[in-house]
C-alpha cells in the first residue's frame, strides 16, 4: 500500500510538470521561427561604433549585405574601412541624425528594402534628475526613443515588401537599465523602458508580415560610449550597474546576433540578465515553451532575489549619501 501511494505520487510528480510543458509548448505565441541573415539586408543603426560596429562586423562575416547609419560621416568611413579589412565584405554607409525623420527616411530608401533592421543608435548621460538640464533629458528621449519610432516608421513600408518575404526582424537594442530602473538614470531608464512598450505593441501589429521583434538587454559593455559616459557617472549609479559586471562589445554583439536569428522576443546577455529577464517577463511574448516553463517555475524565487538585489542597492545608496555623493 505505502509502495503503492509513494509509486503514484512520484508519477504525479512527474505528471504535472510534463503537463504544464506540453500545456505551454501547446500555447506559446508567437510560433519559434529562425530569422537568416546570410545574403539579407542588414540595416544597423550606431553601426560605426561599439556594439553597433561589432553587429556590423559579426553580419557581414555571416555574409549579411550590411548598411550601417550614424551621423558622423568620418566615423563611419573609419568603420567601413575596419569591415573590409577584417572581413573582405563592402558595408554601405549613411549619415543622418535619427531626431531628423526626413533625413532617416532618404536614407533607409537610398539603402533599399530592409530584411533586419537593428535599432541600435543610444545616448547615455546619467545624473540625478534634479540637477540635469531638461536638454539632455530630452536628448536621451529623443535618439534613444523617438529615434527608434522613426526608423521603424520609415522602414517599415519597404520591409513589407521585402523580396522573398522571408522572415524580417525588428531588433531594438534597449539596456538592462531598461527593464530595472536604476539611480542616475531616470531619463536613460525612462527611453529604454519605453522601447519594452515600443516592442510589445510592434510584435503584435507586424506578425501579420511575418516579422518578428527583438529586444536586447545588454550591461556595461566596453564600447567609446562607455568609456565617455564612466567620467560623468554618479559613484552609486557605477555601483548598482556593477552587480551585472560588464562585457565586451564583441560578446554583446554574437549573443544580440543569435538571439535576432532564434527570433527570440526578449534576449539577454549574460547570467545577471538571463534572470532579469526571467523576473521582468511579466506579458511579454515567449516562443520558446521552454523558456516559459523555467519562467513559471522561477517566478516566485526570482521576486525574492530582486528584491534581495533592492536591499542591497538601498544599502549602497544609503552609504554613499551618508558619504556625500557623487564623484
Ligand atoms: N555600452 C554600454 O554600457 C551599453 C550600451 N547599451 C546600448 O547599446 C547601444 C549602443 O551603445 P554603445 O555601443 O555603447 O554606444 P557608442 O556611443 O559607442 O556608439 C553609439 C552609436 O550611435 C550613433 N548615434 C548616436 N546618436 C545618434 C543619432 N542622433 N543619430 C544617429 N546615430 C547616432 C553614434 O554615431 P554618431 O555619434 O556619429 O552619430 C554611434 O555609432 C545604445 O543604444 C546603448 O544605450 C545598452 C547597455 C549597455
Ligand atoms: C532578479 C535578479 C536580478 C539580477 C541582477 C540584476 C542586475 C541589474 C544591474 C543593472 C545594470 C544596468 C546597467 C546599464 C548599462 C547601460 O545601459 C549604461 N552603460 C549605458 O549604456
Not at 87 to 111: H, L, M, P, Q
Not at 146 to 168: D, E, Q, V, Y
Not at 242 to 263: C, F, P, T, Y
Request: net charge neutral; charged share 20%; aromatic share 8%.
Amino acid at each position: 500500500m505505502a509502495a503503492f501511494s509513494l509509486g503514484f505520487f512520484s508519477l504525479l510528480l512527474l505528471l504535472l510538470p510534463l503537463s504544464l510543458l506540453a500545456f505551454l509548448a501547446f500555447i506559446v505565441r508567437p510560433r519559434p521561427v529562425k530569422v537568416p541573415i546570410k545574403n539579407r539586408h542588414v540595416f544597423i543603426t550606431g553601426g560605426s561604433s561599439g556594439i553597433g560596429l561589432a553587429l556590423a562586423q559579426q553580419a557581414a562575416s555571416e555574409g549579411s549585405r550590411v548598411s550601417i547609419l550614424a551621423r558622423n560621416t568620418s566615423k563611419l568611413e573609419e568603420a567601413r574601412d575596419a569591415i573590409r579589412l577584417s572581413t573582405g565584405r563592402d558595408v554601405a554607409i549613411f549619415s543622418a541624425d535619427v531626431r531628423n525623420y526626413e533625413a532617416v527616411k532618404k536614407a533607409i530608401e537610398d539603402a533599399g528594402p530592409i530584411d533586419v533592421l537593428v535599432c541600435n543608435q543610444g545616448v547615455f548621460v546619467p545624473q540625478e534628475l534634479e540637477t540635469q538640464d531638461i536638454e539632455e533629458i530630452k536628448f536621451m528621449i529623443d535618439v534613444n526613443l523617438t529615434g527608434t519610432f522613426h526608423l521603424i516608421k520609415a522602414a517599415l513600408p519597404g520591409m513589407k515588401n521585402r523580396s522573398g518575404r522571408g522572415p524580417g526582424s525588428i531588433a531594438i537594442m534597449s539596456s538592462q537599465a531598461g527593464q530595472v530602473g536604476i539611480y542616475g538614470y531616470t531619463a536613460y531608464s525612462a527611453s529604454k523602458f519605453g522601447l519594452k512598450g515600443l516592442a510589445e505593441a510592434l510584435q503584435q501589429e507586424v506578425i501579420g508580415e511575418n516579422i518578428h521583434v527583438s529586444l536586447i538587454f545588454p550591461p556595461d559593455t566596453e564600447t567609446p560610449g562607455f568609456a565617455e559616459e564612466n567620467k560623468r557617472r554618479p559613484r552609486v549609479t557605477s555601483i548598482i550597474a556593477a552587480s551585472s559586471g560588464a562585457m565586451k562589445a564583441d560578446e554583446v554583439a554574437k549573443i544580440a546576433l543569435n538571439g535576432i536569428k532564434s527570433g527570440n522576443f526578449t534576449v539577454p546577455c549574460n547570467f545577471e540578465g538571463f534572470l532579469l529577464s526571467i523576473a521582468t517577463a511579466g506579458l511579454s511574448p515567449q516562443r520558446s515553451f521552454l523558456m516559459a516553463f523555467v519562467e513559471v517555475i522561477a517566478a516566485g524565487v526570482l521576486r525574492v532575489t530582486g528584491l534581495c538585489f533592492q536591499w542591497n542597492w538601498y544599502g549602497s545608496i544609503e552609504k554613499c549619501l551618508e558619504k556625500g555623493n557623487s564623484e
